[in-house]
């Protein structure tokens, strides 16, 4: 699962279509559901960046995440054959239970470099592709969003029929992913300080010192 993301990187540049895309965007430290965010789609068989809302409206709240095994056959079915899109990150958030309270920690490439999840979209919203979550992701929860190696961002963007199992097959592997401890204060979706991403002692927290 995933329901919280950063996207710190002004500038972000890469590669898709045989084209370099470079695009401009806010810098967001902790979004969360029903907030604007960047995505990237096909519009005239040109790749362009554009900002929609986090969640697909539903009777039962914004739907943020849709499973890899059945968004072909269920209610993402159209948009998993028609509407795909990227969703630009630079990092992702999961809670654990500790002793004192949930402790929420940031999941990024060991590299540090923006990456992309597997995501799409319809009309002015989008949702971001989950997987069965491994490595240290699955310590914290039993998901986790797709992330698309860079030379797999022209396949998702294609035209070309996938199928769920395929997606997973070639999500990135969870070992190119390091994760630390963050301020609990980016608990609350309306704390959006850049101190959301900056590592902190949990030891220290324990003791009441942040």
Known sequence: MCNRYSSTKNEVQFTLRQAVLRFIQATQYNIAPTQKATIV????????????????S???GPVTNARAETAAVKMFKDAFRERRC??????????????????PYRFIKRDGNTFCFAGLWQNEEFTIMTAPAKGCVAEMHD??????????????????????????????TEKDL????????????????????????VE???????
């Open 204 to 210: 220290e927290k324990q003791l009441g010192l942040l």
């Open 58 to 60: 539903s009777q039962h």
């Open 143 to 172: 998901r986790m969003p797709i992330i698309l190696d860079n030379e797999d961002l022209d396949w998702w963007m294609s035209d070309q029929a996938i199928d769920g199992k395929e997606l997973i097959a070639r999500a990135g």
């Open 86 to 103: 990227l969703v630009p990150a630079d990092g992702f958030y999961e809670w654990k239970t500790m002793s004192d309270g949930k402790q």
């Open 178 to 201: 390091e994760c630390y401890p963050v301020t609990r204060k980016m608990s609350n979706s309306r704390y959006i300080l850049p101190d959301c991403i900056e590592r902190i002692s």
């Open 41 to 56: 789609r096909i519009e005239n068989d040109v790749p362009v960046a554009r900002e929609l809302v986090w969640g697909w």
